[in-house]
């Protein structure tokens, strides 16, 4: 985060001796010269550390300085006076101040108590950021890759991490975008300092400018005193900026100054701030064909792209869904109080054959509903939802536009008699069974062509036609 520093001292020399120092500690500083009204002024502010002198401080102690501990982040409060008292000391104490140091300190002591200070800061920002994420941070090693699509996807991944520039990350919904920009400042030499995500798309668009740049006191209404951005509070880390193509044209522009300057402007504010950011930017959209339109700044999608990586859809990395699952159900199972503890080889055959047009998400949602209503600790093929089921049946044999064939739909008496998991487990082997018969004629009984239409290994399709039968010199 990039700290601010305000300096109230009625001293010009010492002030601008404690400017200089607090400014070689990469931070922001904001000079007070008069002490009329500062104690009203310092509540509208976002100041991390506040350096003071006697003459600023109000008489009596208590009340002006307590009411700073009613703000968000309470600053810390450092008095630099001539001389004080054992008396004062104790007064300041007890009011709430940090530090006391005297005025006649040399440069050197100055600046290594200052930079004590604004370390223990740093450390309360991070830790204040990244309370709320309750889930291990991700790594490279804790990717599924099994299949060939994502050991190539990991190595674009890693490369990605050993560099310090913009990535830009490309996908379908639910592919996990914001895991590998997690990921890759895990991995890259920014990992101990803050990462800060941004979903582009839910900000109105003041409000958006808001959030990325911050404001200062009246920048609009409402604004009652001045807040930071995520710009700042990425300082010296990594920004995520997700669903990019969302951004306001001119929000546009003004990223594109920040990308190429490296300084930032809080609305209503006049003096530019520097910062130390790394860019990564996500999106489910195609971001030249916004550019084509009008939609998207082509300079800005430039920028952007100069480290691009896509990260693959489930349905082609099905040979990693079996580990997927498993992972999902080790880590989920005992924080939803489930006795689950895996799943069936033919559940996991069933959904090898859907598409997940919801991707990775798609699957944990789906294995947590299934996991809520299994009686005992395996998930089987009939705990799974009926449109993972049949929907993939659409389209392929005699099955099409979504739904089965009319003569599996008709109920019998006998139907009627069985439990919905028998009846639909009839309904899905039906189907299956007909799907097989005529993708394998449709490929001569060329198995491993049949698998690989099909979407499954090819031991998963010979286990398939021993259960129903199905021989491949048949289809030759």
């Not at 002030?15 to 010269?33: F, G, M, P, Q």
């Not at 300084?263 to 550019?291: F, S, Y």
């Not at 018969?437 to 239409?453: C, D, R």
């Given at each position: 985060?990039?700290l601010q520093?305000?300096i109230?001292?009625?001293?010009?020399?010492?002030?601008?001796?404690l400017?200089?120092i607090?400014?070689s500690?990469?931070?922001?500083?904001?000079?007070?010269?008069?002490?009329?009204?500062?104690?009203?002024?310092i509540?509208r502010?976002?100041s991390?550390?506040?350096?003071?002198?006697?003459?600023?401080i109000?008489?009596?102690?208590?009340?002006?300085?307590?009411?700073?501990q009613?703000?968000?982040?309470?600053?810390?409060?450092?008095?630099v006076?001539?001389?004080?008292?054992?008396?004062?000391?104790?007064?300041?104490?007890?009011?709430?101040?940090?530090?006391?140091?005297?005025?006649?300190?040399?440069?050197?002591?100055?600046?290594?108590?200052?930079?004590?200070i604004?370390?223990?800061?740093?450390?309360?920002?991070?830790?204040?950021?990244?309370?709320?994420?309750?889930?291990?941070?991700?790594?490279l090693?804790?990717?599924v890759?099994?299949?060939?699509?994502?050991q190539?996807?990991?190595?674009m991944?890693?490369?990605?991490a050993?560099t310090d520039?913009?990535?830009?990350?490309?996908g379908?919904t639910?592919?996990g975008k914001?895991r590998l920009?997690?990921t890759?400042?895990?991995?890259?030499?920014?990992r101990?300092?803050?990462f800060v995500a941004?979903?582009c798309?839910v900000?109105?668009?003041?409000?958006l400018?808001?959030?990325l740049?911050?404001?200062e006191?009246?920048?609009?209404?409402?604004?009652?005193?001045s807040?930071?951005?995520?710009?700042?509070?990425?300082?010296?880390?990594?920004?995520?900026?997700?669903?990019?193509?969302?951004?306001p044209?001119h929000?546009?522009?003004?990223?594109?100054?920040v990308?190429d300057d490296?300084?930032?402007?809080?609305?209503?504010?006049?003096k530019?701030?520097?910062v130390?950011v790394?860019?990564?930017?996500?999106?489910n959209?195609?971001?030249?064909?916004?550019?084509?339109?009008?939609n998207?700044?082509?300079?800005?999608?430039?920028?952007?792209?100069?480290?691009r990586?896509?990260?693959?859809?489930?349905?082609?990395?099905?040979a990693?869904?079996?580990?997927?699952?498993?992972?999902f159900?080790?880590?989920?199972s005992?924080?939803?109080?489930?006795?689950?503890?895996?799943?069936?080889?033919?559940?996991?055959e069933?959904l090898?054959?859907?598409d997940?047009?919801?991707?990775?998400r798609?699957?944990?949602?789906?294995?947590e509903r299934?996991?809520?209503?299994?009686?005992?600790?395996?998930?089987?093929?009939?705990?799974?939802?009926l449109?993972?089921v049949t929907?993939?049946?659409?389209?392929?044999g005699?099955?099409?536009?979504?739904?089965?064939?009319?003569?599996?739909?008709?109920?019998?008496e006998?139907w009627?008699?069985?439990?919905?998991?028998?009846?639909?487990?009839?309904?899905?082997?039906?189907?299956e069974?007909?799907?097989?018969?005529h993708?394998?004629?449709?490929?001569?009984g060329?198995?491993?062509?049949a698998a690989?239409?099909?979407g499954?290994?090819?031991?998963?399709?010979?286990?398939?036609?021993?259960?129903?039968?199905?021989?491949?010199?048949?289809?030759?």
């Amino acid at each position: 985060m990039l700290l601010q520093v305000t300096i109230a001292i009625a001293d010009p020399k010492l002030r601008s001796r404690l400017e200089t120092i607090a400014a070689s500690l990469d931070t922001h500083v904001e000079k007070i010269k008069q002490a009329r009204n500062f104690w009203k002024q310092i509540r509208r502010k976002t100041s991390d550390v506040i350096i003071v002198s006697r003459e600023f401080i109000p008489s009596p102690l208590s009340g002006e300085i307590k009411s700073l501990q009613d703000l968000p982040g309470i600053p810390s409060i450092v008095v630099v006076a001539d001389t004080e008292t054992p008396k004062e000391r104790a007064q300041y104490v007890v009011a709430g101040f940090d530090v006391l140091l005297e005025s006649h300190l040399g440069a050197n002591v100055l600046k290594k108590a200052l930079g004590t200070i604004l370390a223990k800061r740093a450390k309360l920002a991070r830790q204040l950021i990244t309370s709320e994420r309750k889930q291990p941070e991700p790594l490279l090693d804790s990717f599924v890759a099994n299949s060939k699509v994502m050991q190539k996807f990991i190595k674009m991944a890693r490369r990605a991490a050993e560099t310090d520039s913009v990535v830009l990350i490309l996908g379908e919904t639910g592919v996990g975008k914001e895991r590998l920009a997690r990921t890759i400042h895990n991995e890259s030499l920014r990992r101990e300092n803050p990462f800060v995500a941004v979903n582009c798309g839910v900000f109105q668009e003041t409000l958006l400018e808001s959030e990325l740049f911050g404001h200062e006191e009246g920048a609009f209404t409402g604004a009652a005193r001045s807040r930071r951005g995520c710009f700042e509070m990425a300082h010296t880390g990594t920004l995520f900026l997700d669903e990019i193509a969302e951004i306001p044209t001119h929000l546009q522009v003004k990223l594109l100054r920040v990308l190429d300057d490296k300084k930032i402007q809080r609305l209503g504010g006049e003096k530019p701030l520097r910062v130390d950011v790394r860019i990564l930017a996500a999106t489910n959209q195609d971001l030249e064909a916004e550019v084509n339109v009008g939609n998207f700044r082509k300079d800005l999608y430039y920028r952007l792209d100069v480290f691009r990586i896509t990260v693959p859809p489930l349905r082609e990395r099905l040979a990693d869904l079996s580990e997927l699952a498993q992972s999902f159900i080790d880590y989920t199972s005992p924080r939803i109080g489930s006795a689950v503890q895996k799943i069936a080889d033919e559940a996991i055959e069933q959904l090898c054959t859907y598409d997940w047009p919801g991707n990775v998400r798609e699957l944990f949602n789906v294995l947590e509903r299934a996991m809520l209503l299994c009686d005992n600790d395996m998930i089987a093929a009939e705990d799974l939802p009926l449109h993972i089921v049949t929907s993939n049946t659409a389209g392929k044999g005699e099955v099409s536009g979504g739904k089965l064939p009319a003569e599996y739909m008709k109920l019998s008496e006998n139907w009627l008699q069985k439990p919905l998991k028998d009846v639909r487990k009839e309904i899905y082997e039906k189907a299956e069974r007909k799907y097989l018969s005529h993708l394998l004629q449709a490929t001569h009984g060329k198995v491993g062509v049949a698998a690989e239409q099909a979407g499954i290994n090819q031991r998963a399709l010979y286990t398939k036609m021993k259960r129903y039968g199905l021989s491949k010199e048949k289809y030759r």
